[in-house]
């Protein structure tokens, strides 16, 4: 929770209303983070079960499979989720835009295009992760599918597997590159804050 205990500048204000708004419309993306990564887990496990298995035992593979998929499936509402709150979140920030022509200090101004820029960044950056982490569900979906194929030729499933692995090195690039321009909105938006004034508190909201 942030408490704002004083503000002069009523612009300002309404900026930070707006910023500490779109942060609360993202905590469905945070709490669907946990939920995904364990999926990709309980995916990984379950995929190793399959292949260490041997055909005398394709019933057992293919019941692991239909495991793996309906987890993939929840993934997938799982990421839906996230975006809608992504989504959410950035139309609430969008709002700031309507601010801009209010100011009248120069170097406010720039802080305020600056941390405006960095969230445009972000927020384009998520759309290509976005697209990139749904096509690799969609490739972890033909994955398991092959598995239940009984006449499955080990060629088709290495090309698989390579796809597969190709394509969370992008993804693991672009989360790397999303919270990178999460990081500088934050810092830029501090600074925003500190140059407006803005006594921000932030307080533990379990307390």
Do not use: W
């Not at 490739?139 to 006449?151: G, N, S, V, W, Y």
């Not at 597969?164 to 938006?189: C, G, P």
């Amino acid at each position: 929770m942030i408490l704002l205990v004083g503000c002069s500048q009523n612009t300002a204000e309404d900026v930070f209303n707006h910023l500490e708004k779109a942060v609360e419309l993202e905590q469905p993306f945070e709490e669907q983070q946990a939920v995904l990564v364990e999926a990709e887990e309980k995916e990984h496990q379950i995929y190793e079960e399959a292949i260490a298995l041997g055909l005398d035992e394709f019933e057992q593979i293919i019941v692991l499979s239909d495991e793996a998929l309906s987890s993939i499936d929840q993934r997938e509402e799982a990421v839906s989720l996230e975006k809608e709150s992504i989504e959410s979140s950035y139309e609430e920030f969008k709002q700031v835009e309507l601010l801009q022509e209010e100011f009248d200090d120069e170097e406010l101004l720039s802080l305020f295009k600056g941390f405006s820029n960095e969230m445009e960044s972000r927020y384009e950056s998520y759309q290509q992760l976005f697209e990139n982490y749904t096509h690799s569900i969609q490739l972890d979906r033909e994955l398991f599918q092959l598995l239940k194929e009984e006449d499955l030729e080990l060629i088709d499933l290495q090309t698989k597997i390579d796809e597969v692995n190709d394509s969370y090195q992008k993804v693991n690039e672009l989360k790397e590159q999303f919270n990178d321009f999460t990081t500088q909105y934050n810092q830029s938006k501090q600074a925003f804050y500190e140059a407006a004034n803005l006594d921000v508190t932030y307080v533990d909201s379990n307390d």
